[in-house]
Each structure stands twice: as structure tokens, then as C-alpha cells.
């Protein structure tokens, strides 16, 4: 089945310790976003990639970055994680056709991050 | 700046009840909304889309409707069933998704 993808599923880290969240897709969608969802709010978009090009938010911490190597992946790298880092990532992925301005987002299972 | 409010924040029904979920958005610009189901502790499932251009989409027992000139959407689960306790989340496309903080239903039997 065509899906999202997202490894590993739960990540403890060390304050500090730099740390890589990986989010792969079979869609062949030609955009994939990062989401920051915290205890009982709403997800909250970091940046996003359409085709190569990199769309960071303008409130996105300089201590969050992305890499998109290929079509199928994505990953979310955090430099120097702190406390109020931990949360659930969420990578989602949709097909943007130049001539419409509407589409789906399709969303992995997210990866649980646990700073100590 | 689009602000997305959902009411409830949190619903609990006996099984077998129609229940509606509220959504409403501040600004009426939007290329569509979606409606996700969140279980705990996991990802984002999508429910419904609805385009800018409709006014209602139906999945099995689920109806979603969309009013943009008074800035609300309803989710409608009909004959709801003890399986569809999650989190209820809308978002409105302004380009980017803008959610709600969503709805916690317990449907117990």
C-alpha cells in the first residue's frame, strides 16, 4: 500500500544531542511538510519541501533543519535539542499540480521525541 | 491571521447517537478544509476534504459541510460507534494547513 513512512516511531535523546527524525513516502508526491505537535495542541507546520525547494516558516527555530536527498525522502534534523523539543513530529506528504491551487495532505504516524 | 477554533473541545456519548463537531474559521480565503482523526499517541488520519467550490462530502457514516461566508464547517458522525473515540481535527488550506486544537470524543457503550 502507498503510505507514509516515518522511523523510528518513538526517539529519546540527550539535551543537546543532535537528532534525526527520517520520513519516507511511496506516493511519489512531489511535496513533503514537517509538523511540530506538542501535548494537546494543534500541529504546527516547520517548513516544507516542494519538489527541491526548501519553504521554511518564519517561526520555525534556526535549531530545526531538513534535508530532502530524493523524491522519497525526507528527514528533520534538530542540532542541539531542548526540553520544550519533545513532541510528536509529523511528516505528510501531497501532490501539487502548478495549475491547482488544492490538495490533500497524507499524513505518516509520526515520531514520538523524548528529550532527557 | 486565519485562527481556527473547534467546539467542543472535548464530547463524550452513549453509543449510538448522531453527534455534530463544530469548526469555524476568521478568514473565509481558503482553498479547502480536511477533517483528521488523531488516536492517541498517533498520526494524522484524513476523514474529509472539502473544496472551497463544495458545500458538503460524505464518507460512509461521516458528512462534512462547509459554509465559507460564515467561516464553519460541521463534522456529522451518524450512529456513532465506541471505535470512533479520537481526536477530531480540522484544518482550513490557506497555502499552508491551520488547525484547530480538535475535539476529544469518547463514544462509550
Known amino acids: 500500500d502507498a503510505m507514509v513512512i516515518q522511523n523510528p516511531r518513538y526517539q529519546v535523546t540527550q539535551f543537546g544531542k543532535p537528532v534525526t527524525l527520517s520520513c519516507s513516502q511511496t506516493?511519489?508526491?512531489?511535496?513533503m511538510y514537517w509538523y511540530q505537535q506538542k501535548s494537546s495542541q494543534a500541529p504546527k507546520l516547520l517548513f516544507h519541501?516542494?519538489?527541491?525547494?526548501?519553504?521554511n516558516e518564519a517561526d520555525t527555530p534556526d535549531n530545526f533543519q531538513s534535508r530532502r536527498p530524493n523524491t522519497s525522502f525526507c528527514f528533520l534534523d534538530i542540532r542541539s535539542p531542548g526540553l520544550g523539543d519533545a513532541a510528536m513530529y509529523l511528516c505528510?506528504?501531497?501532490?501539487?499540480?502548478?495549475?491547482?491551487?488544492?490538495?490533500?495532505?497524507?499524513f505518516g504516524p509520526g515520531t514520538r521525541l523524548t528529550v532527557t | 491571521k486565519q485562527e481556527v477554533t473547534q467546539i467542543p473541545a472535548a464530547l463524550s456519548v452513549p453509543e449510538g447517537e448522531n453527534l455534530v463537531l463544530n469548526c469555524s474559521f476568521t478568514?473565509?480565503?481558503?482553498?479547502?478544509l480536511q477533517w483528521f482523526r488523531q488516536d492517541p499517541g498517533k498520526g494524522l488520519t484524513s476523514l474529509l476534504l472539502?473544496?472551497?467550490?463544495?458545500r458538503e462530502q460524505t464518507s460512509g457514516r461521516l458528512n462534512a459541510s462547509l459554509d465559507k461566508s460564515s467561516g464553519r464547517s460541521t463534522l456529522y458522525i451518524a450512529a456513532s460507534q465506541p471505535g470512533d473515540s479520537a481526536t477530531y481535527l480540522c484544518?482550513?488550506?490557506?497555502?499552508?494547513?491551520?488547525f484547530g486544537t480538535g475535539t476529544r470524543l469518547q463514544v462509550f457503550p
Open positions: 484544518a482550513v488550506d490557506t497555502d499552508k494547513l491551520i
Open positions: 472539502i473544496q472551497s467550490s463544495q
Open positions: 505528510a506528504t501531497s501532490r501539487v499540480l502548478r495549475d491547482s491551487s488544492s490538495y490533500e495532505q497524507y
Open positions: 506516493l511519489n508526491h512531489n511535496v
Open positions: 519541501y516542494y519538489d527541491k525547494d526548501f519553504n
Open positions: 478568514d473565509s480565503a481558503i482553498y479547502n
